[in-house]
């Protein structure tokens, strides 16, 4: 993808502070992190989101990126692994990525809200779900 800002940087067009490199995969400290050390995984092939990706390719960056949580892990008090996936899920670069963010004690980072629903509710969309996988 000659547009995507992931492509250029696995080509060294553009500069990245690379954490970990291999054949497939490309691990880069994010230019604009949660907390310092905050870490993006990436496959080298361009996939826009977990539904295109490969399940080899997929499988090979999972490995990385548990290496990398593992390290990113070591400098941290957690972690929180995050991937999105379109738009309205936050996804800002249509190259799929997993993120790897440090967090500190005090870091004043909150989880997501929890919500509540009714128990129809959560049948139906139970159903719906189970009926995807089918």
Sequence with gaps: MNDCIFC?????????????????????????PINLGHTLVIPKQ??????????????????????????????????NVGQNNRPAAGQIVNH?????????????????PGKKYGEAEIKETLGKIRKNLE
């Design 96 to 112: 799929i990525h997993f993120h790897v963010i440090p967090r500190f004690e005090k870091d004043g980072l909150r989880s997501w």
């Design 46 to 79: 361009h996939h826009e989101n977990i539904f295109d990706v490969p399940e080899e390719i997929l499988n090979n960056t999972m490995k990385v990126l548990q290496k990398v949580a593992r390290s990113v892990d070591e400098i941290s008090d957690g972690i």
């Design 8 to 32: 250029k940087i696995i080509s060294q067009e553009i500069p990245s502070e690379i954490v970990y490199e291999d054949e497939n995969t490309l691990a880069f400290l994010d230019i604009n």
